[in-house]
């Protein structure tokens, strides 16, 4: 019986032959680095059924870079299509084809080899196919900055800050792609870099969608062989036009059996659709359903993932989804993230959105497999306006807080250098003190007494360097990133204000225009005595005009005009309104919008106050600074001196070491004033700054051991 299998098997396999291809051709034999290269072709000796099941008909392709090493990639199926756009947009079925997708990242001689497995027919090979890739001016993928986590780069360093808009769908059904074409360049030629894209099941989507028509079938992607081109259409188009692309693989409606945007009804891997899943929910834990998403993630990077100005995202606003669970969703992430990576060559970065601050999840949101993470702010009850108040405000807090911390660290680091000076001196007096009981100038007593000062001044230098550590770190918790406790400051204290002693009433009125509070506040008010004066006019009579005149021809058709009688005819009137009782309501409106711009009056000129007492303080507090400054400044020149005289009479043997330790006392207290003083200029200039709008940044740091 098992021969008789066999035999039959090897019979039902010979009825095809192997795999071949046919018209395999390349779009270019020159591919610019990290430019599309793409092979098409079409296979014959096929027994597949599903050209998406990889169990049915696997086709890859084996790349070889100049060094010799290899990369494969899968093949996806597709069709080709025309658009039209304008009144009449169409899109207009053409040839079925085999597609291969790669952008080389290493400029040479590349070669490529195809193969495609058959489950029924075995398997067929072509090529060696060879191209060249030159060099371009891509600078790579983007990636998390490696050097602080809060920021994004290019491959080759440089900095991507991205500036775009969110363009998840088209406005209608018939302009999928044409909408594109007016919305990408709009991004690009007023400065933005970037767009945030869906597979929409009501737009552009991957598996199914919600017309029904023709119906859906779960792993079989045939029907939806035209969004996927003009998926290929948007996606390319951004690429072309600079713009990076953030593909959000699915949205919470797919997942949502009721309420809002619920879209389970249509979804194919609802069991009422065919599918494993009785509930939304099922999608995370089913087996059987998380095989066919990997399946749609393979075809998706098969087919899209050769673009390096893309990055994934899993879901928007996930915590949408019916029934949400957090364990089982971070552990749908945790398997499937690492499978998408590990099939996208380029590894592009992969994120996932919730609705709102607030409402995210920790377990996802810290998963090591996500590169970054999101939550979309709608305005809610706030105004734009508000929102933007509190964003320049935190904004200004942050700066602020930078600023003083940096300060924090000039004066710690000036203050060390003071203890190391003042140590190195009191070596020196031991030196001293040695040298002057060899010469029988002073006695044992005198070296233990410049022995202990000089563990004294030791104890001063590790506390100074304590305090420097900790205000580095203060400034590193302030900027949110990492700075080594050896770091070394050397840049001088912030600048002055050139006009910090000009006339206070020239630096409120600056402070007014930078303040987004008192600009929320003056607004009001503009509306408030706006909102008073329409009701103010709303009691007074009206008076209304009216007017009109005309020409009428007598006569009848077929009389030339000349010959008609010709008949004028006007009106006019006036007519006043007043409105003599109400019953108070009109009083009572005016009363309360009175009251509503007194209170916007007095909360405006209390900003206004405090605002003003602010920047007097800040002036006081830097004259005084200046004033400590010219008389530390003294303090230290009198020090110095009485230091110098003091050493002078010591190594003369004539001068008492309580003498000489009075002197370098009072020469370290001058310093450490100076510094002091140093530090509350400073202070007082970052809150003069502050309050103008005026914050600034500062050159970084300089490790000591680079």
């Given amino acids: 019986m098992r021969f008789l299998v066999l035999l039959l098997s090897s019979f039902a396999t010979s009825l095809w032959a192997a795999p071949a291809f046919n018209g395999v051709a390349a779009n270019s034999t020159s591919i610019g680095r990290l430019e599309k290269y793409e092979l098409s072709f079409t296979l014959s000796g096929t027994s597949f059924s599903n050209a998406f099941d990889p169990a049915q008909i696997d086709v890859s392709a084996t790349f070889t870079d100049p ?37 080389p990242a290493m400029t040479g001689n590349w ?113 939806m062989l035209d969004q996927h081109w003009r998926a290929d259409e948007i996606l390319d188009q951004s690429r072309a036009r600079g713009l990076v692309t953030m593909i959000t693989l699915m949205n919470m409606g797919d997942l949502r059996a009721s309420g809002f945007e619920s879209k389970w009804g249509y979804n194919v891997y609802n069991s009422a659709k065919g599918g494993p899943c009785s509930t939304p929910q099922q999608f995370f834990t089913n087996a059987s359903a998380k095989d066919y998403f990997k399946r749609r ?34 552990a749908w992430h945790q398997e499937m993230v690492p499978y998408l990576k590990a099939q996208d060559l380029n590894r592009h970065m992969v994120s996932v959105s919730f609705s709102d601050p607030g409402v995210e999840d920790a377990n996802v949101f810290s998963l090591p497999e996500i590169d970054f993470t999101g939550y979309h702010r709608y305005s809610g009850s706030a105004s734009m306006e508000d929102e933007h108040v509190a964003f320049t405000q935190a904004e200004r807090a942050v700066l602020q807080q930078v600023e003083q911390a940096y300060v ?70 302030a900027i949110a990133g990492d700075l080594p406790a050896d770091a070394t400051f050397t840049t001088p204290w912030p600048a002055p204000l050139v006009d910090e002693d000009a006339a206070l009433e020239g630096l409120v009125a600056e402070a007014v225009r930078a303040d987004p509070e008192l600009a929320r506040l003056n607004a009001e008010r503009v509306a408030s005595a706006q909102a008073r004066e329409a009701t103010r006019l709303a009691t007074r009579p009206t008076l209304a005009a009216t007017a009109s005149a005309g020409v009428d021809a007598l006569g009848t058709y077929g009389v030339p005009p000349d010959d008609r009688r010709v008949a004028g005819a006007w009106s006019a009137g006036v007519t006043l309104s007043w409105q003599l009782y109400d019953g108070g309501a009109r009083r009572a409106r005016l009363r309360a919008a009175d009251a509503t711009l007194r209170a916007a009056d007095a909360e405006l000129a209390d900003r206004l106050l405090g605002l003003r007492a602010q920047l007097s303080a800040a002036r006081l507090d830097i004259a005084a600074a200046k004033a400590q400054q010219g008389a530390a400044a003294a303090s230290v020149a009198a020090a110095r001196e009485q230091l110098r005289q003091a050493e002078a009479r010591s190594a003369a043997g004539l001068g008492t070491s309580a003498e000489l330790t009075d002197a370098q006392d009072a020469l370290t207290q001058a310093l450490g004033d100076a510094a002091d003083a140093d530090y509350q200029l400073a202070a007082a200039r970052t809150i003069l700054r502050y309050r103008l709008g005026r914050l600034v940044t500062h050159p970084g740091h300089r490790e000591s051991n680079p």
């Fill in 408 to 477: 924090e660290v000039l004066g710690a680091e000036a203050r060390l250098q003071i203890r190391r000076a003042a140590s190195v001196a009191e070596r020196r007096h031991l030196d001293e003190a040695r040298r002057l009981v060899v010469a029988g100038s002073k006695t044992s007593i005198d070296v233990a007494q410049a022995d202990a000062r000089v563990a004294s001044a030791r104890v001063a230098e590790v506390r100074a360097d304590n305090a420097r550590a900790q205000a580095i770190a203060a400034l590193a918790q």
């Fill in 297 to 330: 993630l393979r075809y998706t990077v098969a087919r899209w993932g050769y673009l390096p100005n893309i990055m994934w995202e899993t879901f928007n606003e996930m915590d949408f989804t019916n029934g949400y669970n957090s364990t089982a969703i971070t």
């Fill in 67 to 103: 060094l010799g090493g290899t990369h494969v990639v899968h093949g996806f199926y597709m069709r080709e299509y025309t658009k039209t756009c304008g009144p009449t947009a169409s899109l207009t079925a053409g040839a079925y084809r085999w597609k291969v997708r790669y952008s």
């Fill in 111 to 223: 070669s490529v080899s195809l193969s495609a497995v058959d489950s029924g027919t075995g398997t067929g090979t072509a090529g060696p196919y060879n191209f060249t890739c030159t060099t371009s001016s891509k600078k790579g993928l983007i990636r998390v900055s490696p050097l602080d986590n809060r920021y994004f780069q290019y491959d080759d360093g440089s900095q991507f800050i991205p500036i775009g808009q969110n363009l998840a769908w088209s406005t209608t059904g018939n302009y999928y792609t044409c909408d594109f074409d007016n919305w990408q360049p709009d991004i690009a030629n007023n400065g933005g870099n970037m767009m945030r894209w869906w597979f929409a099941t009501f737009n552009t989507a991957v598996e199914w969608d919600e017309s029904g028509t023709p119906h859906s079938v779960l792993g079989n992607y045939s029907t």
